[in-house]
């Protein structure tokens, strides 16, 4: 069994910071690339950030300069440092996860089960 957490979001006003963190546990035996996706009321879930195990990062244009992505391996843990935090920012934040289960093969993506940041004064 592999579960995701995620925890920090919150309420804030326009221009305040947040941080995401999104801890994975169960039976793992290793994770490639983890990311933050959101979704706001009437609109499609959007990758807002991911990282890979060697670092590499990737953000989405409307976050950029703004959100900061980072890991921790040891912890198999993945943050999302928000600053300057607009209302259009306002959404549920997914964690997502690809890895590879103790004692299989394959890589397969797990969700975590979202956390509301609301972005409004």
């Known amino acids: 069994q592999v579960q995701l957490v995620e925890s920090g979001g919150g309420l804030v006003q326009p221009g305040g910071s947040l941080r995401l963190s999104c801890v994975a546990s169960g039976s793992i035996f290793s994770i490639n690339v983890m990311g933050w996706y959101r979704q706001a009321p009437g609109k499609e879930r959007e990758l807002v950030a991911g990282?890979?195990?060697?670092?590499?990062?990737n953000y989405a244009g409307s976050v950029k300069g703004r959100f900061t992505i980072s890991r921790d391996n040891a912890k198999n843990t993945v943050y999302l440092q928000m600053n300057s935090l607009k209302p259009e920012d306002t959404a549920v934040y997914y964690c997502?996860?690809?890895?590879?289960?103790?004692?299989?093969?394959?890589?397969?993506?797990?969700w975590g089960q979202g956390t509301q940041v609301t972005v409004s004064s």
């Open positions: 990282i890979t195990s060697g670092g590499s990062t």
């Open positions: 997502n996860a690809d890895l590879r289960r103790s004692g299989t093969y394959y890589y397969h993506e797990y």
